[in-house]
């Protein structure tokens, strides 16, 4: 198979899911393309994470058990855009636990993400109106007739639907309005019941009934009325699709910006809104339309890694948490590191994506945390690596060594400074050679450190 | 120069989400306070009066002591014509001094390049904590940002020395300088080159720290606490920045405000204390901002995002006292009919720590003459 269909099944691997293996990346490779893309976005057809096994191992219920849970998710799936649209959606309805009054409910959140994340957008902002994490969030329990609370209503039109600039302070009134007594049920006690999440209740007395007017539409609105005119609305396939389209395809300016800058690939989203507006905002249809096209297939390495795809992006390189192992606990707290904590996202706004993950802190944690993860000779993916470097048996020149290493973590394209680094640290070793058990004994080392060198490159940091 | 002869400092601490200006500052005397807040108040009997009609929330009793020491200026009815309700918008704008439009360079980013403009110290500028704000964004200028004070260094993992060594040499080739890359490839480069010449550096602050102040245990202590190691070990940083997050209060604000001001109000006083205990206290000054205030009335639970809200300028040779003008409570006075008003523009307070603090020229790094008050000593 070609180079270069290697190159870009990687690459769709690394943005529609988290990575993939060198085997991996083989088995999806023969099989072409458009049936891989028609494989992710159809993920009935393959077969589901093993819950019991989850479960068997990963008890417990605390933030950090589910966010491990979710990692090992992402690294074993066999329908990783499941995932990754989870993650998308994470990203966009920004929900937090440093503002919960029951934790379960964050957690179900992204159980909810990964159950109609790739639905429709309808079902998305009608479900995610509903959702009791986001109500508490956004404080739509306080929400009643005659002392409205305007929170979700403006954040629903603001960072959730049609951006800045599409509505009025009058509409963000009426929606607020429209939503009074979308309201929780009282969480059931923690102890001694256990973990519950608590539930989405319709409170009438709450509602206020009057007549509202939202985006030129009058009526008795209630939030379903709310949410059925704003997925009508061009504004809003044009802010999803450029939510797409920065998440997935090239980094965009941070949101705020997008009410004034214009995209850098309208005619991308256009292909998006498109497919929006032709099939009442089917998600699937959208990420077809994007994942075919020129522009994403030609995106390739032009998105800085946000740190959970640069976390679970070196463990499916290192081969661990194939199976059930302990530890899997510690990846949150890595990311947090790294400027991302999962289901914490620093407000509403969500996160600040592309340049804005690195600074020094931050790039300091990323390379730290993929040079201490590759150290390990036993990890299954390092040596699967040191078995292709070596399959021939024979001794690998530096050149080769260099260029065989950038190969198998990515391919990984590097610029010609970088290059001559790896080179130098390839020439110091002088050639490795694989002829004999303690031949290979020794090489091992080097071909980790070199391992830690590309991990440490600029270019190892985009996706 | 500071009055002891040092470089001035100045701490820049971000109080994320819109503080509650009025519940912080209440003015306890005025019936239209009441009135606009049947629940979300501070009742009369227990706040800390400065004056016949102010008075601190009894949480940041601190604050108010030093403030009776004439160590604080309350900087009234700060914001910005248009105000926007939006936190993104507005915190974009407090970032970038550009009220009109998207800016990408930060004032502080600014501000560090006119005190360092041959990039002679990487440490500078130093933020704590995780992220970058905005503020301190400036294509070339090179900004310290800090996650952890106690576990900083690259590529730590690599344990054989003589190894460690081979890669971070040529880690610094691989992050020389990549001219014509593209911005976010010669921002990575820098980024990159200047994380290995700071950790080398940052690593001897909790070295040669020793403290008798005893900071309490959260984040705005936590911070607070870095940057007086920081301070203390004497790298040369003159502006520190960090966030204290967690102030957007739509809900239960009578819960969550209360310990937001005594953690924050209570790290501030141990702050100066340790710095005051090394005697290194006197070239630093604070300024404490939000981007915007509430709304006037409460909403039965919380408050909205509303325009003018305040800051504080806090150090050992600030006049204490109030300045600019507390915002009219009279109904007819609202913005929209529904917020408090600004009184001064926030460039002017920027202004102010600049020119009269900083030493340096103001205009150029918030874009323009505004205002400025007069809280040095």
């Known amino acids: ?463 | 120069m500071a009055a002891n002869g040092k470089p001035p400092v100045m701490v820049i601490l971000q109080l994320t989400g819109g503080n509650d200006f009025m519940n912080t500052l209440v003015p306890y005397n005025n019936p239209v306070y009441y009135d606009a807040r049947p629940t979300v108040v501070i009742p009369q009997d227990t706040v800390l009066p400065i004056n016949d009609t102010l008075a601190f929330n009894p949480n940041a009793a601190p604050l108010k002591e030093m403030f009776d020491d004439g160590k604080v200026a309350i900087v009234q009815g700060i914001g910005y014509q248009n105000s926007s309700r939006s936190h993104f918008r507005g915190m974009d704008i407090w970032h970038t001094c550009e009220p009109d439009k998207i800016g990408t360079e930060g004032w502080v980013g600014r501000a560090i390049r006119d005190l360092d403009p041959k990039k002679e110290n990487v440490l500078t500028g130093v933020n704590f904590g995780r992220g970058l704000p905005r503020a301190m964004a400036l294509a070339g200028t090179p900004i310290t940002s800090v996650g952890d004070l106690d576990n900083v260094g690259l590529m730590t993992g690599i344990e054989e020395e003589a190894r460690r060594n081979l890669a971070l040499d040529l880690f610094k080739k691989m992050y020389s300088p990549a001219v014509g890359t593209g911005p976010v490839m010669e921002y990575l480069a820098q980024t990159g080159s200047d994380v290995l010449t700071g950790a080398d550096i940052l690593k001897k602050a909790p070295e040669s720290y020793t403290s008798e102040v005893e900071y309490a245990d959260n984040p705005i202590a936590k911070s607070l606490k870095d940057v007086a190691r920081v301070h203390l070990a004497g790298l040369g940083t003159r502006i520190f920045y960090t966030a204290h997050a967690g102030y957007d209060h739509h809900a239960n604000e009578l819960k969550t405000h209360p310990g937001l001001l005594r953690d924050l109000s209570g790290a501030i006083m141990d702050f100066f204390q340790d710095l005051r205990d090394h005697d290194a206290a006197d070239e630093v000054s604070m300024l404490v901002f939000t981007e915007f205030g509430r709304r006037m009335r409460d909403n039965g639970s919380g408050t909205d995002h509303g325009s003018g809200g305040g800051a504080f300028i806090i150090g050992e040779n600030v006049k204490g006292g109030l300045y600019a003008e507390y915002p009219s409570l009279n109904p007819s006075d609202w913005l929209k009919g529904e917020d408090l008003d600004w009184k001064i523009d926030f460039r002017g307070i920027y202004g102010t720590m600049l020119d009269q603090w900083m030493g340096l020229d103001s205009v150029p790094i918030v874009d323009g003459q505004f205002e400025q008050i007069h809280p040095f000593n």
């Open chain 1, 1 to 463: 198979m070609a180079d270069n269909d290697l190159a870009l099944m990687a690459h769709l691997l690394r943005r529609a899911g988290f990575g993939a293996a060198r085997s991996e990346l083989e088995e999806y490779a023969a099989k072409g393309y458009e049936a891989v893309v028609e494989e992710l976005l159809n993920p009935e057809d393959s077969p589901p994470v093993e819950e019991d096994i989850i479960d068997r191992y990963y008890g417990g219920e605390a933030p950090t058990i589910w966010v491990g849970k979710w990692f090992y998710r992402m690294i074993g799936t066999k329908r990783p855009l499941v995932e990754k649209m989870a993650l998308f959606w994470h990203h966009v309805l920004a929900t937090g636990i440093n503002k919960t009054e029951h934790l379960p409910s964050s957690g179900g959140q992204i159980e909810l993400f990964q159950r109609i994340g790739m639905s429709d957008v309808r079902t998305v902002l009608l479900e995610v109106s509903k959702d009791p994490a986001m109500i508490y969030w956004l404080d739509n329990h306080e929400n009643r007739k005659g002392e409205p609370n305007e929170n979700y209503g403006r954040e629903l039109l603001e960072l959730f639907s049609m951006g800045v600039g599409n509505y009025t302070e009058d509409d963000i009134k009426n929606a607020a309005r429209a939503f009074t007594g979308w309201t929780i049920t009282q969480p059931i006690p923690l102890y001694p019941q256990g973990h519950f999440k608590s539930e989405f209740q319709f409170s009438q007395g709450d509602h206020d009934e009057g007549e509202k007017t939202f985006l030129g539409h009058t009526g008795n609105l209630n939030g379903d009325d709310i949410v059925d005119i704003v997925v009508k609305q061009p504004a809003t396939a044009n802010f999803l699709a450029r939510h797409m389209y920065n998440f997935f395809v090239a980094d965009e300016p941070q949101v705020p910006a997008w009410s004034v800058e214009p995209p850098q690939d309208q005619e991308t989203i256009d292909t998006i809104v498109k497919a929006y507006m032709e099939t009442d905002g089917d998600i699937v249809a959208m990420l077809r339309a994007m994942f075919n096209s020129d522009s994403f297939k030609n995106a390739q390495f032009k998105k800085v890694k946000n740190p959970t795809e640069l976390v679970a992006g070196v463990l499916k390189l290192v081969g661990t948490y194939r199976f059930p192992e302990p530890g899997v606990v510690a990846f949150g707290a890595a990311t947090t590191l790294m400027g991302q904590t999962l289901l914490n996202p620093p407000t509403v706004e969500g996160w600040h994506t592309g340049k804005e993950w690195i600074d020094g802190g931050t790039l300091n944690e990323r390379i730290n945390f993929a040079v201490n993860e590759i150290g390990d000779a036993g990890k299954p993916g390092i040596q699967d690596i040191i078995n292709r470097l070596g399959a021939h048996g024979g001794s690998v020149s530096p050149e080769e060594f260099t260029d065989k290493a950038l190969d198998l973590v990515g391919p990984l394209p590097v610029d010609d400074k970088t290059h001559a680094a790896l080179m130098e640290y390839a020439e110091s070793v002088g050639s490795l050679d694989f002829s004999s058990d303690e031949a290979r004994e020794e090489a091992t080392p080097r071909v980790i450190h070199m391992l830690q060198m590309i991990a440490a490159t600029r270019e190892f940091q985009f996706a």
